[in-house]
């Protein structure tokens, strides 16, 4: 946002850049599973996760989503080149060891 939206001289760095997972988990048992299966499916869209990238440059969590990025929400900035998940950001990117930490 800065580097755009308020054309600050910031560039990411990407190079060498440690890409994990995030999940989401519902408790078994809980009273509330199908407003949260609702919750799920909305916000996981393919739809959805492209829709973010408009507003911040976090790589879509599905594959789907990725060539669906789009434009900033200045309307004129492609996203792709700001991505984590861009093909040439990846280049050199360490997968985090979940076993390890």
Do not use: C
Not at 47 to 76: C, H, T, V
């Amino acid at each position: 946002n800065a580097a755009i939206a308020e054309s600050k001289p910031f560039e990411i760095v990407w190079d060498g850049q440690i890409w994990a997972l995030d999940l989401w988990v519902i408790p078994k048992g809980s009273p509330n599973k199908d407003l949260a299966m609702d919750f799920l499916k909305f916000s996981t869209a393919t739809e959805q996760l492209a829709a973010q990238a408009s507003w911040i440059s976090y790589g879509p969590a599905r594959m789907s989503s990725a060539s669906k990025g789009g434009l900033f929400n200045d309307g004129k900035t492609e996203m792709a080149q700001h991505m984590p998940t861009d093909s040439k950001n990846l280049t050199n990117a360490v997968a985090s060891n979940f076993n390890f930490w």
